[in-house]
C-alpha cells in the first residue's frame, strides 16, 4: 500500500515564504511523477507543479517565479518552495505521486496567507 503524506502548511503573513515537504511510503515504489495541486474556496483544484522521473519539472505559468519544487529520489520525497507569498495562494496543498500508472494522494495540507 502506498502512503503519500504532506507537512510544512500553515499561517504566513503576506510576502513570506513557507516550504511544504510530502514523503511518499510503501512497497514496489516505482514514481514517476510527484508534485503538487491545490484547491482555494469555492475554486477547482489546480495544478501547482510538479517534478518527473527523468528530471525534468512543470509549473503553472502564474506560479513559476515564486515556486520551486524540488525532489528528492533517495528519500521519495518532494519539496515546494513558495517566496513571496499573497492571499491569493490560500488554498489545502495537496501533494500527488504517480506509481507504476497510478496517482495517489496525500490528505492535504493547509495555507493560510494573512495578516
Known amino acids: 500500500q502506498v502512503q503519500v503524506v504532506e507537512s510544512g502548511g500553515g499561517l504566513v503573513q503576506p510576502g513570506g515564504s513557507l516550504r511544504l515537504s510530502c514523503t511518499a511510503s510503501?512497497?514496489?515504489?516505482?514514481?514517476?511523477?510527484m508534485g503538487w495541486y491545490r484547491q482555494a474556496p469555492g475554486k477547482q483544484r489546480e495544478l501547482v507543479a510538479a517534478?518527473?522521473?527523468?528530471?525534468?519539472?512543470n509549473y503553472a505559468d502564474s506560479l513559476k517565479s515564486r515556486f520551486t519544487i524540488t525532489r528528492d529520489n533517495a528519500k521519495n520525497a518532494v519539496y515546494l518552495q513558495m517566496n513571496s507569498l499573497n492571499s491569493e495562494d490560500t488554498a489545502v496543498y495537496y501533494c500527488?505521486?504517480?506509481?507504476?500508472?497510478?496517482?495517489?494522494w496525500g490528505q492535504g495540507t493547509q495555507v493560510t496567507v494573512s495578516s
Open positions: 500527488y505521486i504517480t506509481n507504476l500508472g497510478i496517482i495517489y
Open positions: 510503501g512497497s514496489s515504489l516505482d514514481i514517476d511523477a
Open positions: 517534478a518527473f522521473s527523468g528530471g525534468s519539472t
